[in-house]
């Protein structure tokens, strides 16, 4: 059963920066794509950025150039390095794992507890 650990949010001012990390246990990590979603309050879950087994990545238009995605099999653990956060950015984030179709269509049934980022104007 795969279990997914996410931490690192907070509360940060628009312009500031957080790292996210994501510890997986339960899947071959190093075979697995994963992705970070987000949902704020009132939206759908939502595809932030995703990374394959071969290191290709994938983001959503609204955060690229500011984030980045980025894996470290020998941890078990994927990573979302967010710049220049905005207002908008706030939200609970949430990662997963799975085949690469499953992280691009958040073909999930379980999720963590997920991670909450708040940025203040």
């Known amino acids: 059963q795969v279990q997914l650990v996410e931490s690192g949010g907070g509360l940060v001012q628009a312009g500031g920066s957080l790292r996210l990390s994501c510890a997986a246990s339960?899947?071959?990590?190093?075979?697995?794509?994963m992705g970070w979603y987000r949902q704020a309050p009132g939206q759908q879950r939502e595809l932030v950025a995703a990374?394959?087994?071969?290191?290709?990545?994938r983001y959503r238009d609204s955060v690229k150039g500011r984030f980045t995605i980025s894996r470290d099999n020998a941890k078990n653990t994927v990573y979302l390095q967010m710049n220049n956060l905005k207002p908008e950015d706030t939200a609970v984030y949430y990662c997963?794992?799975?085949?690469?179709?499953?992280?691009?269509?958040?073909?999930?049934?379980?999720w963590g507890q997920g991670t909450q980022v708040t940025v203040s104007s």
């Open positions: 997963n794992a799975g085949t690469w179709v499953a992280v691009l269509t958040s073909g999930f049934r379980a």
């Open positions: 339960g899947i071959t990590f190093s075979s697995a794509a």
């Open positions: 990374i394959n087994s071969d290191v290709y990545t």
